[in-house]
């Protein structure tokens, strides 16, 4: 009987401990992509975007397909 105990303890401490891993490995941040087009849905590459809100405004300029990206962004609204 007390091996059963035992077995069920460190199988508990091995479910709180993996859970608590996945726990730690959230984080608080956010992305945008961005695509911009012009009116027939062609993409504009070289288009400089302007995101601006909570903390600092970031700048980026569009790629070959006319997309970027801000990444790991502070929450805010």
Sequence with gaps: MNRSILRSTVAFGLVLLLGAGFAWAQE????VYVEVMDTEGNPLPGVT???SGYGATQ???TG??????FLKLDPGT
């Design 28 to 31: 608080n941040t956010g992305n």
């Design 49 to 51: 975007v302007e995101l």
């Design 59 to 61: 700048t980026q300029v």
């Design 64 to 69: 070959s397909q006319g997309e970027t990206r």
